[in-house]
């Protein structure tokens, strides 16, 4: 009977079970919630996905822009320095696209400004590395404009459903509005969840496009400029090495005297 007593009172003070959960509001919206949901949440996913990818893609180039200022400009010709790049690099397409313009140039018949062939072939090449570069920064500016107004789409539909529960139960009980309201306000939390990270994501590699298109139109330049000049133009490269040296000789260096101001007697 005593033991009997205790079950009964451990059963009646145990919590009572929680119907107002996510998951809980998204059984209650149906098809139409879980819909919303998986759209947000493929957003957010893609979202993510080109932000590592192209993050990767732009760091790739930046590390081999060290190597193209080092090794590169210290080779006698530009086909022994492109072989020094990758073979898949930006920098080398550039190199490449170069030289195949000045063969092409030796067989036209016309008198096409050289100078004019190469630089509108470089352009084009470097139009499509930016281009490429840009690829799936679309898809992130798509989701942070649209994030929030599929959210607010399942917002609209939550407070729907909740006037229809008050409607027929004549009553605005906490009971009857809770699941959908809860599925508003989820709703609208993922969308702006979803949508923030996306535009803060764009303007980031949007900004590193820019310092790499940067980049590539001053390396197209001393390519054209040293393709023009037959080998004769280079860009200056200090290495580390000649900069320490540099900042030794101008730290030993003896200093100029002074010449006197005090008039002699």
Same mark, same amino acid.
Do not use: C
């Given at each position: ?10 059963g009646? @003070?145990?919590?009572?079970?929680? =119907? ?5 509001a ?8 879980? @819909? ?10 893609g979202?993510?996905y080109i #932000?590592?990818?192209k993050?990767?893609?732009? !760091?790739?180039?930046?590390? !081999? ?11 006698? *010709?530009?086909?022994?320095?492109? %072989? ?5 690099s930006?920098? =080398? ?6 030289? &195949?313009?000045?063969? &092409? ?22 139009? &499509? ?9 679309p ?7 649209t994030?929030?107004?599929v959210? +607010? ?6 407070i729907?459903r909740?006037l ?6 004549? @009553?605005? @009980? ?12 989820i709703?609208?939390?993922?969308g ?8 803060l994501?764009?303007?980031w #590699?949007?900004?590193? %496009?820019?310092r790499i ?7 197209? *330049?001393?390519? +054209?400029? %040293? ?14 090495? &000649? *900069?320490? !040296?540099?900042?030794?000789?101008a $730290? $030993?260096a003896?200093?100029?005297p002074?010449?006197? $101001?005090?008039? =002699?007697?």
């Open positions: 009977m005593y033991i009997e007593l205790l079950a009964a009172a451990a009646g @003070s145990a919590a009572p079970a929680n =119907r107002f959960g996510f998951w809980e998204l059984n209650q919206g149906g098809v139409i919630a879980y @819909s919303i949901f998986t759209v947000l949440v493929i957003m957010s996913v979202s993510f #932000l590592i990818t993050w990767l893609e732009q !760091q790739k180039i930046m590390n !081999q822009y060290k190597g193209v200022r080092t090794t590169f400009w210290r080779a006698p *010709t530009l086909r022994e320095g492109a %072989n020094k790049l990758d073979k898949n930006a920098w =080398r397409q550039l190199v490449d696209d170069g030289l &195949s313009a000045e063969e &092409s140039h030796e067989k036209m018949t016309d008198a096409l400004d050289a100078h004019d062939w190469l630089h509108g072939s470089l352009a084009r090449s470097e139009a &499509s590395i930016n281009a490429k570069l840009a690829g799936g920064l898809f992130l500016a798509t989701v942070g404009a994030a929030p107004f959210g +607010l789409l399942g917002t609209v539909i939550g729907y909740a229809i529960n008050i409607g027929l139960a004549g @009553s605005a @009980s906490i009971d009857k509005v809770a699941g959908p309201v809860g599925e508003a306000l709703m609208t939390a993922i702006l969840l979803v949508a923030v990270p996306a535009v994501a764009y303007n #590699l949007q900004a590193r %496009n820019k298109a940067e980049l590539l139109s001053g390396f197209s *330049t001393d390519v +054209l400029a %040293n393709i023009n000049s037959r080998g004769a133009v280079k860009p200056a490269v200090m290495t580390q090495t &000649s *900069t320490q !040296q540099a900042g030794k000789a $730290t $030993t003896p200093a100029k002074v010449a006197s $101001t005090t008039p =002699r007697p």
